[in-house]
């Protein structure tokens, strides 16, 4: 998949005819000529809501509009300026970051941040760039950083915990994940029953129309097998039970995992990188630090006359 500033180029050759051109059928276009599959074209940020691709575009093309290459002349659709037709006249090699900083308006832009020294003298700083990820690809790869490192502390922290209390968070993550009922109700689901190859039974809802059968093993290295499963299946099914959860801090075999897909009975297996996963995902065991929250233009504001509500204001007259 190509970079941002790889697609400047090409984008300002779709542009170079002088017409109006639609932004989503552009994405289009261009995905198409970088031989982009399906699942490229769809491949999401870390957030999960913008595709990789048009995120890509858009950087290009926002960093040819404040370069003066490009302009808006109305909403979703792109133009060359005459800034861009000169440029392309020169026949680039590529258009990136560096041949856009001969332009000042882009440079006041680019290297906007200013620094104060110990002497009291206001510097430029020169902002860090990534070649190849535009400023949301940065943030969301930082996110994803600090989110693998949180996990990763709190599995040790729940293998360095005694059974009873991964007990204990055992039911605490199925409540937040919606099952269970209340904690009320589920603080006896663990922890009672032991015999059979069972630790415990949970509510499906908050009604209890179905029960799910747990097992938890609070393993340090050691990976559950074969065995384990098949032990837990034959307790399931010594109670006409038809959905269980084998939940562990440490892995299951492939065998284990080949064997528990191919069961009449559905039975879920969750280890322990999955289960600091989904205590970070349901906010069981952390609590949040920072926020930051990243905004985007509201089109609705400036297409319904400027988004302001003018009745009060005629009433009023």
Sequence with gaps: MPD?????LPLMKVAADGKEHQTRETITLLAD????????????????RVPIFDDRFGWARYYLKRAGLLQNPRRSFFQITERGRAVLEKSPASIDVKLLRQFPEFEEFYNSKKVTDEGGVVQEQEPEESATQTPKELVAQGYLKLRKQLEFELLARVKASPPEFFELLVVRLLIAMGYGGSLADAGTALGKSGDGGVDGVIKEDKLGLDLIYIQAKRWDNASVGRPEIQKFVGALHGRRARKGVFITTSMFTKDARDYAEGLETKVILIDGPQVAALMFEYGVGVSTEDTYVVKRIDSDFFDDEGGLDTTADEAAK
């Design 4 to 8: 941002y500033q790889t697609l400047m």
């Design 33 to 48: 000529q970088f031989g982009l599959s399906e699942e490229e074209r769809k491949q999401l940020l870390a957030s999960g």
